[in-house]
């Protein structure tokens, strides 16, 4: 058990030497399977398409005929943006949006202006605008596979539909498509109709993980940076820069996000933008209803240091009117910046594991883990006959990334606070096994031939395939209002403290593990 000691009195020590840290970490991570993989559901933003504010005989071209139309989300930090959410008192049959996994609840707006179609009605119902509707405003459900490595992706993972299984959500916005609903097909048969849009998705304080939510004070340093993914469909638009709200103010970047950059080389399936805030001039932004544009040219860029970050966001548009193909996807959305820390975040702070080679030994890394199932470095509590989710997501060290790895998970247990800790570790089939402390003797919960820059961990062992081919089960977990839907789910069944230790090992016998364990108690 010497083995086992060692980790824990070097955990239990480093929680404490690394508070004086000001090194930025992972606040924002908006990247899961956000919706169930079944069919009969939407992510349309705000629940619902009829949620638009529709504006008509509007004359936005001067052109003097009041006869263009304008369709809104408008802006709102009260009001989420995100899809609708099962199992609330006014939710509709197909809402299934799962806001409470990780960055889930977003918040902003967006409008779209058509130009010459108030006059344009449908049939059905009778009398009603036919541009009273944007074509594709929502989340999707087909977006990237994370277990799928491609060089040729951002972040080396394939955007796409159903691979392993998977359907990972992108955000989407789309006035115009080729031809695809019967708005846009009228758009195209008619000459004289254009478009513009202009949106804005923001993450707030309240909703960051690793201890963000609750910390005293978030600020920009050198290790700071906002990261976007833009994946399937970036056309048509002009402007794209990162927000931050600092106190009440909204500030927008001078920084552009440039998606016809020569990052977009031929082959490439879209491009990843990062940016540290300090080497950006920032001018003030103010969204308010449907006017959520940025005009550039009144604005006044100027050197901002940010004192109390309340929300990030990131800003696409288009402002000039045009008869083009208007299409939006992203995915990916990360902030990492510097946190002051309370007493109940502190354990947060450094999420930078802990690395032993073959000999025992600690050696460094730069490997980080994100807990998914703490409030605030404090342990979930649950009934037994709760369903759960127990979660965990390594950014594995890069000089490991494309080697062949075992993710490895170990279990300690006890029955109450004052019981000594069991130590158990699981198998591929789902399996336990006690553990001796030997770090020779931990078997593989997954064996990976090439290690991608991201793994997430699935640490309770009831496979989401087996949600899926259990319909009763997968009606009652996937959608059920008393289940929270996550990657793993499952019923532990008897009380106790579990911590879950989670990481990887390499073929010379490197093993990489998160230093906070992620602890759930199951209570009577």
């Given at each position: 058990m010497q083995n086992q000691q060692r980790i824990l009195a070097f955990v239990f020590l480093t929680l404490?030497?690394?508070?004086?840290?000001?090194?930025?970490?992972?606040?924002?991570?908006?990247?899961?399977?956000?919706?169930p993989m079944r069919t009969g559901i939407t992510g349309f933003y705000r629940g619902n398409p009829e949620t638009v504010t529709s504006r008509q005989k509007l004359d936005l071209d001067n052109d003097g005929v009041s006869n263009d139309a304008q369709l809104s989300y408008n802006f709102s930090l009260t009001e989420s943006l995100n899809p609708g959410v099962p199992c609330q008192p006014d939710s509709k049959k197909w809402y299934a949006y799962r806001a409470d996994r990780p960055s889930g609840k977003f918040y902003g707006g967006m409008v779209v202006r058509f130009t010459n179609v108030s006059d344009l009605m449908r049939t059905d119902p009778k009398d009603t605008p036919l541009f009273n509707k944007i074509p594709q405003s929502s989340v999707q459900q087909d977006g990237a596979?994370?277990?799928?490595?491609?060089?040729?992706?951002?972040?080396?993972?394939?955007?796409?539909?159903?691979?392993?299984?998977?359907?990972?959500?992108?955000?989407?916005?789309?006035p115009v498509d080729p031809s695809w609903s019967t708005i846009t097909k009228t758009f195209w048969e008619t000459p004289d109709i254009q478009v513009n849009f202009a949106s804005i998705?923001?993450?707030?304080?309240?909703?960051?993980?690793?201890?963000?939510?609750?910390?005293?004070?978030?600020?920009?340093?050198?290790?700071?940076?906002?990261?976007?993914?833009?994946?399937?469909?970036?056309?048509?638009?002009?402007?794209?820069?990162?927000?931050?709200?600092?106190?009440?103010?909204?500030?927008?970047?001078?920084?552009?996000?440039?998606?016809?950059?020569?990052?977009?080389?031929?082959?490439?399936q879209g491009a990843t933008f990062e940016l540290n805030p300090?080497?950006?001039?920032?001018?003030?932004?103010?969204?308010?209803?449907?006017?959520?544009?940025?005009?550039?040219?009144n604005a006044k860029f100027v050197t901002h240091e940010f004192q109390n970050v309340q929300a990030v966001g990131v800003y696409f548009a288009s402002t000039k009117f045009s008869r083009k193909e208007t299409m939006?996807?992203?995915?990916?959305?990360?902030?990492?910046?510097?946190?002051?820390p309370t007493t109940d975040t502190a354990i947060e702070q450094n999420p930078v594991g802990l690395a032993v080679n073959s000999a025992g030994e600690f050696i460094p890394t730069t490997a980080q883990f994100s807990r998914g199932s703490t409030?605030?470095?404090?342990?979930?509590?649950?009934?037994?006959t709760d369903i759960v989710d127990i979660r965990g997501v390594i950014t594995v060290d890069s000089a490991h990334v494309g080697q062949a790895a075992d993710i490895l998970m170990v279990v300690a247990y006890q029955a109450d606070s004052t019981d000594k800790l069991t130590f158990f570790m699981f198998d591929e089939k789902g399996g336990y096994h006690p553990w001796d402390g030997q770090f020779s003797s931990l078997v593989a919960l997954q064996k990976i031939e090439k290690i991608d820059p991201e793994e997430r961990v699935n640490l309770f062992p009831l496979a989401i395939e087996v949600l899926q081919n259990d319909e009763i089960l997968s009606k009652e977990v996937v959608s059920g209002c008393g289940a929270r839907p996550f990657t793993y789910t499952g019923i532990i069944g008897f009380p106790g403290i579990f911590k879950f230790y989670y990481g990887y090992r390499l073929t010379d016998g490197t093993i990489v593990f998160n230093r906070d364990s992620i602890d759930i108690e199951i209570k009577e």
């Open positions: 404490f030497m690394e508070l004086v840290r000001a090194e930025s970490v992972k606040l924002i991570h908006w990247w899961d399977q956000y919706l596979s994370p277990g799928l490595y491609s060089k040729d992706f951002p972040n080396n993972t394939v955007r796409g539909r159903g691979y392993n299984n998977d359907y990972w959500s992108d955000m989407t916005l789309i998705f923001l993450w707030k304080k309240a909703d960051f993980v690793n201890g963000g939510a609750s910390a005293a004070k978030i600020t920009f340093d050198a290790t700071s940076k906002f990261t976007v993914d833009l994946t399937r469909f970036r056309k048509n638009i002009e402007d794209a820069r990162f927000v931050a709200q600092d106190g009440e103010q909204l500030w927008i970047s001078q920084y552009v996000i440039d998606v016809n950059s020569t990052n977009l080389v031929k082959g490439k300090l080497d950006s001039l920032w001018a003030k932004y103010t969204p308010s209803g449907a006017d959520v544009d940025f005009n550039v040219k939006l996807a992203f995915d990916n959305f990360q902030l990492y910046a510097a946190i002051t409030i605030n470095g404090s342990a979930v509590q649950a009934k037994p």
